[in-house]
């Protein structure tokens, strides 16, 4: 469609145009795809998520009085998070569209307390490099500074030292995350809850993707180092529901250790003529699908089945990362206290293995080298992992195999011309060239190889990581 039917269509011929439009996504379920999706293999959840997904679609979370449901079922689930986090009775919070809504509201919330109750004009946060990238957005966002600090170089947690010697008086927020996505690792959070106290500043725990699945692993044996509201001075945490709580996307929390460092994410306005507008979080008008699917999913499963599934789920954590420990070719990065794990080679190319690994049916992710973290490849395990992971661990040997055959996807001079770029000087020939080294020089057409784009991306600064990538989708997304 390049532009609107002149007169309505059959919902037949929709339908199938639906199903071809979707014809090369990567398949979300079934356990083929290591990133991006989380599938408890659990069908019935499936199909209640979608029931109560569509049951709900049309009420509006806009105005809690005219749709009671969707308060109900939202503080429900509050509820339920808080309890899962060790909060007491004073914890309150917000269900969100996602872990980036609520990482926002969180460091809003402090940008606002900083500025409203301690007279800081100019806030700022201190973060780990291995944070997640929504920081970096509420920063540009809401005009926070942002203090990033190097990580340990061998288990990538945050080093507490260098948090605390980068506090100013302006400072807001200490951020930690349980865990982190890229390495899947604690941050010493009883050691930042004591910094925070002692300096009486904020600590948000992002606990995005590991902060549902932690106490179960817990409950299982597993060791793993407190995060949540027991540990003292940790005042606000984010949870996805559409990671390791299986519910649809468009679910997450956030939760903050009373009520008046909620009301500083709040908005209200009765300055023009319409509705006197209320908003507890971003959105404004918005589906109760994702809500109600969620409270769904939630019953649905239950702690006895959350359980099942993190058993599951540590098996085949446990499975990779013995097969890691005792392979020639792979490294760990971090040692993973969830369900998320990094490894890099000195033999293979990563970016040939993942391509390698897309060639037989999987989809694993790389990340570029940053910092002290060398290009790697990240493995999120989910409920139905299990089920594939012998097999995908015999493909990753295969493909290492092969990647080993294959040249390096850019040579020594290609790397440092490109290591020496700089956004300022981005002319029109460095850009053809740019795309004509990753392939990508053939309009919005994939190409069939990711490793020459991932390598390009990865001999570049972050800076120019950041423009390319602006100008690819800039590109991409131009409606024809
Ligand atoms: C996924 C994730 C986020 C961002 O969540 P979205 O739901 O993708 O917006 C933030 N922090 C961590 C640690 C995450 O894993």
Known sequence: MNQMPASGRAWEEVYQDLLRYGADDLE????????????????DVDRAAREAYTMYLDPNGLDPTVFPSLRWFENDILAVA??????DDRVVGSFTSGGTESVLLAVLAARNQARRDRGVEHPEMVLPTTAHAAFHKAAALFGVKKVVVGVDPVTFRADVDRMAEAITPNTALLVGSAVSYAHGVIDPIEELGRLARSRDLLLHVDGCIGAFTLPYFRRLGAQTAPFDFNVDGVTSISMDLHKYA????????????????????????AEWTGYTMVNMTLQSSKSGGPLAAAWAVLNLIGDDGYLDIARRTLDAVRTIVEAIDQSDDFRLLGRPDSSLIAFTSE?????????EMKIRGWYVQPQLSFDNSPANVHLTVSGVSDRRVDRMLFDLNQSAQAAKRLPPPLDPDQRDWLAGLSPDR???????????????????????RFAPVSAMLDALSPAMRELVLEEYFSMIYTPR
Not at 251 to 261: G, N
Not at 347 to 355: E, K
């Open 28 to 43: 979300a379920r079934g356990g083929d795809a290591w990133a991006y999706v989380y599938d408890s293999g659990r069908v």
């Open 246 to 269: 299986y519910c649809p996307k468009g679910a997450s929390v956030v939760l903050y250790r009373d009520e008046s460092l909620r009301r500083r994410q709040m908005f209200a306005c």
């Open 82 to 87: 808080a309890a899962h986090l060790g909060g």
């Open 426 to 448: 981005l002319t029109e020939s460095v850009r053809d060239r740019l795309y004509a080294l990753a392939g990508l020089d053939q309009g919005d057409a994939a190409p069939e």
């Open 347 to 355: 033999t293979v190319d990563v970016f040939h293995l993942v391509d």
